[in-house]
């Protein structure tokens, strides 16, 4: 098992470097990189200060090392728009991002597991064909389009939900929150379900699918004909089962959120990461997208090696020498 | 014994599954308008000497205030909604249908040879598809779009590719491992069969069914991921109709009340891609040994 955790790890370090070779490209032949790092107002002084600091005149390999060195560091040059170091600029609009993303995750995957085994119980009733026509919606509908809806019915036509912004939030030490405030949770609610739906129907097809395959094996006749309650036959021995490509599907769709957070903050104004990035790629700020891109990679290649290791503990058959 | 196509398994099934029929159905008619576009749409709405801007935010024909020969009222540029929903789906259709096709081929050549030869390449190809899959298509192709400065149809096609083919390459890996043990590819080794012989004969016909799953499903996620882009602004340039845009442009008028900007191009998004999830779910069944179809 550890040696198994130690060989994810490399692997990731690895795509890590690789991203980040991509981002230094892109870093250093598009546009002049000392305007890059010193802010596109630097005076001439400072421009030869960070040409030599930099060390701008040594060989590609040289430099390449020296932007892994800072990157490790978190220096990632300022924004060309905004002056100010691009990584806090990032750092200070996660607790957004983070708070929409969590609980879109929250509300898919407890909705979408639940309604998934309810209706893979009876497959062929009919309000279960209503709710599998309902997910069918759920994937066709794109997300930007079901945010939009939202606010037509939610927020222009019943009134009954802001859409727009985040609402009171509270400091606790760095960390941003609108979660402890009634209008912070009630500017959650609309884009957190944006956000979820896609999912929310993915996984409920997902766990359906999983538990239909695996309530016809041989050892659920078992455990039925055993007289075990059906509480413990469908959750103990059935879901533990069926929920290990959901896990994994989970885990896989991470990068997907992020990228989905990205168009429903843009719909709902939400002042978090993905906001941020879209306006630098319509301002071609480059610092910002570079430094976008390496965070996001790190977070995405850490979920994906947490849910791996939580693949290894579900599922007892996997044994990582 | 049925025998032909016409009394094979598969024909029985389709014309006895009535949201396979009406799934293709959806996606057939979508295609017909799609291409007779200039024919059937009133108004040409990317042709400025067709376009008035007096017409602008008209409501549909049934509605006070709306005019023939706009039927789903018009745009802030006085464009005909229903005129440019036509050609917004010739848009995603060749984006869709592009994307399929490029990625689809390339993914099934690279999965084919790594299946078949494993060693270095199955390694890299699987790792790049980890990697990739990680990160999703819709991420790399929007972050692709962002680093890009030109704006195109085709330029959206070759990012959605880029990020997309792994997809193709990582099923047709699978099933190539599969269909390799069986014993005909050893009895086809045995007769000679050169490696060229036995990847176009043998390996590539029996490892495919499940490409064709991947196929339909992502047809209809290329579609939504081309609007997702438009409507971002980083898709097709304002000088290309797309569903995606139209939205983008309707969300504008949301807060005055001015639904049919959004409602109708979003309704025939969802109609196509519905049509679509329903001719492939239809087909996921059908090709999957494992589920028993009930009815």
């Known amino acids: 098992m550890l040696t198994y955790i130690i060989r994810r790890l490399i692997q990731g370090v690895i795509v890590l470097l690789a991203v980040s070779f991509i981002c230094f490209i892109i870093f250093r032949y598009t546009g002049d990189p000392v305007l890059t790092l010193a802010g596109r107002y630097a005076t001439f002084q400072e421009r030869e200060e960070v040409r030599r600091v930099f060390g701008l005149d040594k060989p590609f390999y040289v430099q390449y090392v020296r932007f892994i060195y800072n990157a490790a560091q978190g220096r990632f040059g300022k924004s060309y728009v905004s002056r100010v170091p691009a990584l806090g600029l990032i750092l200070e609009r996660l607790p957004a991002t983070v708070e929409l993303a969590t609980s879109a995750v929250f509300i898919s995957f407890c909705l979408g597991v639940g309604l998934g085994v309810l209706v893979s119980l009876k497959p062929y009733a009919m309000r279960n064909r209503l709710v599998m026509a309902g997910s069918l919606c759920g994937i066709s509908i794109p997300t930007f389009l079901t945010g939009i809806l939202l606010i037509m019915i939610f927020a222009v036509y019943l009134g009954a939900l802001p859409s727009f912004g985040r609402g009171e939030t509270v400091n606790i030490g760095y960390w941003r929150t609108g979660l402890l405030t009634w209008s912070g949770i009630s500017h959650l609610i609309l884009p957190a379900f944006t956000l979820g739906m896609y999912q929310l129907a993915v996984l409920l097809r997902l766990t359906r699918a999983g538990m239909r395959e695996v309530l016809g094996e041989e050892y659920i006749k078992t455990a039925w004909s055993k007289g075990l309650p059906p509480r413990k036959v469908i959750f103990k021995h059935a879901l533990r089962n069926a929920l290990i490509p959901v896990v994994t599907m989970t885990g896989l769709q991470f990068g997907e959120l992020i990228a989905f957070s990205i168009v429903t903050e843009t719909i709902f104004q939400w002042p978090g990461m993905g906001n941020l990035l879209l306006t630098s790629i319509y301002e071609t700020d480059q610092p910002v997208i570079v430094t976008y891109i390496m965070l996001a990679a790190l977070i995405i290649l850490t979920i994906n090696i947490v849910v791996d290791i939580l693949y290894a503990v579900l599922n007892p058959k996997i044994r990582y020498a | ?295």
């Open chain 2, 1 to 295: 014994m049925r025998k032909g196509l016409f009394k094979s398994k598969i024909l029985y099934d389709y014309f006895h599954d009535p949201s396979a029929i009406a799934g293709s159905f959806i996606l057939v008619v979508f295609i017909l308008l799609a291409i007779l576009a200039p024919w059937i749409a009133p108004q040409n709405p990317y042709d400025l000497e067709k376009v008035s801007l007096s017409d602008f935010l008209n409501p549909p024909i049934w509605m006070e205030g709306g005019k023939p020969p706009f039927l789903l009222g018009t745009d802030d540029q006085g464009r005909g909604i229903f005129s440019t929903i036509l050609y917004g789906c010739r848009t995603s259709l060749t984006v869709g249908s592009g994307v399929v096709l490029i990625a689809g081929s390339f993914g099934i050549v690279m999965g084919l040879l790594a299946g078949y030869y494993g060693g270095l390449l199955d390694s890299v190809t699987m790792r790049m598809a980890d990697t990739f899959f990680s990160f999703s298509t819709t991420l790399m192709a929007f972050l692709l779009l962002g680093l890009f400065k030109q704006r195109g149809v085709l330029i959206v096609i070759i990012a959605i590719c880029i990020a997309d083919w792994v997809r193709y390459a990582r099923t047709m890996r699978g099933s190539v491992l599969e269909v390799k043990e069986e014993a005909y590819i050893t009895a086809a080794k045995a007769t000679g069969a050169g490696d060229f012989r036995l990847l176009i004969k043998h390996l590539l016909p029996n490892a495919i069914p499940p490409i064709f799953v991947v196929m339909a499903v992502d047809l209809a996620v290329v579609i939504m991921l081309e609007a997702t882009l438009s409507f971002l602004g980083v898709g097709v340039p304002l000088t290309e109709p797309s569903l995606g845009m139209m939205i983008a442009i309707g969300k504008n008028y949301v807060y005055a009340g001015k639904w049919w900007l959004v409602l109708f191009p979003g309704s025939a998004l969802i109609l196509l891609v519905v049509g679509i999830n329903l001719f492939a779910d239809w087909l996921r069944e059908e090709l999957n040994p494992k589920i028993e179809r009930g009815r």
